[in-house]
Nanobody, 113 residues
Framework: QVQLVESGGGLVQPGGSLRLSCTAS????????MGWHRQTPGKQRELVAR???????NYADSVKGRFTISRDNAKNTVSLQMNSLKPEDTAVYYC???????WGQGTQVTVSS
């Protein structure tokens, strides 16, 4: 078992930046990959970014060039740097592990003027 706690969400104006962090209750070095997903009401949860244990990354087309995912195994954290935010980025953002799968409770990101 592992507990994941997200932080860093909030309200930001279009064009602004936020940095989300996900802290795990134990070592994340055993997980093949870590990821960030997001969900808006009435829609399916979608992958935003993923990073493997060796540092390979992949991103949703909608966030490429604006978002950067990183992991720090020593600190048991995964972060998502979000720049040039758009109103369509508004969602609840969730941190997750892969193999096995665990999910955090989510953090709200709202992009609005």
């Amino acid at each position: 078992q592992v507990q994941l706690v997200e932080s860093g969400g909030g309200l930001v104006q279009p064009g602004g930046s936020l940095r989300l962090s996900c802290t795990a209750s134990r070592s994340i070095s055993s997980f093949y990959a870590m990821g960030w997903h997001r969900q808006t009401p009435g829609k399916q949860r979608e992958l935003v970014a993923r990073i493997t244990i060796v540092g390979s990354t992949n991103y949703a087309d909608s966030v490429k060039g604006r978002f950067t995912i990183s992991r720090d195994n020593a600190k048991n954290t995964v972060s998502l740097q979000m720049n040039s935010l758009k109103p369509e980025d508004t969602a609840v953002y969730y941190c997750n592990t892969y193999s096995p799968d665990y999910w955090g409770q989510g953090t709200q990101v709202t992009v609005s003027s």
